[in-house]
């Protein structure tokens, strides 16, 4: 089966400018995640859909970061206005139905710069 | 901060030889733990899971030990390859609607 795809692989953008990622997930994956990943850490989630729903955004700058998912299967992220500290790389996963949580399958990731 | 963290930042091992990768966790709710392996530009990659109703699992070359006495849960691959060498991340999970959460990697190098 088709991985998770996402893009673009790579973004370099000045600070206060904006910037949107985008998640195609795994073929019948209901729950979706996007994570970021700064240089020498471990993923850190940012928000979690069940469908076209949010099930989790508790740790999502909501003053600049947005996302939608909205017929239920492909995603955005994006960054408004990007800080320095915005610097990371953005994972997309997704995971099967009755799986919340367990199991993600991830995409390779779009590596921001923020300069 | 992170519930879940890892002892040593880098592990060297002989291709050939088995390697241990461990693991500390700090919530004993949690239920959920689940190993990735992450190489240079790329995702976390699924290596395999555990449940807390379970001591240990097996899959290919990989084993994983749950320890919930110390809260400890180790990652063993048998007959370490070059291509083993990449971050291995430990995650976990506590109850049906938590997010998963994760240490912050261990570098595991495979020398030839």
């Known amino acids: 089966e088709a991985g998770v795809a996402q893009s673009p692989r790579y973004k370099i953008i000045e600070k206060r400018q904006s910037v949107a990622f985008w998640c195609n997930p795994i073929?019948?994956?209901?729950?979706l995640y996007w994570y970021q990943q700064i240089l020498g850490q471990g993923p850190k989630l940012l928000i979690q859909?069940?469908?076209?729903?949010?099930?989790?955004d508790s740790q999502l700058p909501k003053d600049r970061f947005s996302a939608e998912r909205l017929k239920g299967v492909d995603s955005t992220l994006k960054i408004q206005p990007a800080k320095l500290e915005d610097s990371a790389v953005y994972l997309c996963?997704?995971?099967?139905?009755?799986?919340?949580?367990?199991?993600?399958?991830f995409g390779s990731g779009t590596q921001l710069s923020v300069l | 901060g992170e519930s879940v963290g890892l002892h040593l930042p880098t592990l060297s091992v002989q291709e050939g030889d088995n390697s241990i990768i461990n693991c500390a966790y700090s919530?004993?709710?949690?239920?959920?733990f689940i190993w990735y392996k992450q190489e240079s530009g790329k995702g976390p990659q699924f290596i395999i899971d555990?449940?807390?109703?379970?001591d240990k699992r097996q899959g290919q070359r990989v084993t994983v030990l749950l320890n919930k006495t110390v809260k400890h849960l180790s990652l063993q691959i048998a007959a370490t390859q070059p291509g083993d060498s990449a971050v291995y991340f430990c995650?976990?999970?506590?109850?049906?609607?938590?997010?998963?959460?994760f240490g912050k990697g261990i570098t595991l190098s495979v020398r030839p």
């Open positions: 859909f069940q469908n076209n729903g949010v099930v989790d």
């Open positions: 073929s019948g994956h209901a729950t």
């Open positions: 555990i449940r807390s109703n379970m």
């Open positions: 995650a976990e999970k506590t109850g049906a609607n938590s997010k998963l959460t």
């Open positions: 996963a997704s995971s099967r139905p009755r799986t919340l949580g367990e199991k993600l399958f």
């Open positions: 919530n004993s709710a949690s239920d959920y």
